[in-house]
């Protein structure tokens, strides 16, 4: 708070003090809102991460093929996420390859249905490295591998299992910038359930 005044000395010590208690009460209301914004942010995520965990339950209760429970995650983060596009990638470490085995979106088939594990790729590297890989436009970035045209933002997170890293789940948009930090958060969170 800043106090103007043409006069010279128009302040006195009793309007100082006066303001300076007005003014941690002012700085109390305005962390109490944030407060109440990080909650309240806070309350949606677990809302949100709740309703894709419960599609997810729901599909491995459903069924025990892979290749179902995989195309069910697919369209669960699609739907309960908000995302334009996700595949869902399971690796086969006898042939050191990566096979989708499930898309849900906007994009529809993938002229990538099978990856090299060691080749080129932004979902061979975050399964290579066990890490997030963010892309908030592709077309700067010398390890995306060009599929789907239409896409210009790409998120991929490993399925990390206590035993080593067993897929990704590969998410794209044809918007540049479109995974807020909010989305990885929660998307993250998703991933580790997936995964287990």
């Known amino acids: 708070i800043n106090l103007d005044s043409r006069k ?21 209301a305005f962390r109490n809102a944030q407060l109440f914004d990080e909650l309240f942010r806070y309350a949606d995520e677990l809302t949100v991460l709740y309703r894709g965990m419960s599609v997810l339950f729901t599909a491995l209760q459903d069924s025990n093929d892979i290749s179902e429970v995989a ?5 669960a983060v699609v739907s309960e996420f908000h995302t334009m596009d996700c595949g869902v990638l399971i690796v086969n470490p006898e042939q050191q390859e ?26 061979p590297d975050a399964i290579r490295t066990k890490q997030v890989v963010y892309v ?12 789907e045209s239409r896409t210009r933002s790409e998120l ?18 044809p ?10 958060r929660v998307l993250e969170s998703f991933a580790e359930s997936a995964a287990t």
């Open 175 to 184: 918007q540049l910038d479109a995974f807020s930090a909010r989305d990885q």
């Open 71 to 75: 195309m069910r995650v697919a369209d």
């Open 8 to 28: 010279p000395r128009a302040f006195s010590p009793n309007d100082v003090e006066k303001m300076r208690a007005f003014a941690d009460q002012a700085a109390n």
């Open 156 to 173: 991929v997170l490993p399925l990390v299992t206590p035993s080593g890293v067993i897929g990704a789940l590969d998410l794209q948009s």
């Open 98 to 123: 990566i096979q989708r085995l499930g898309r849900a979106g906007v994009f529809g088939a993938s002229t990538f249905n099978i990856l090299d594990l060691d080749g080129p790729g932004l979902v």
């Open 136 to 147: 908030p436009d592709v077309r700067a970035d010398e390890r995306y591998l060009a599929g």
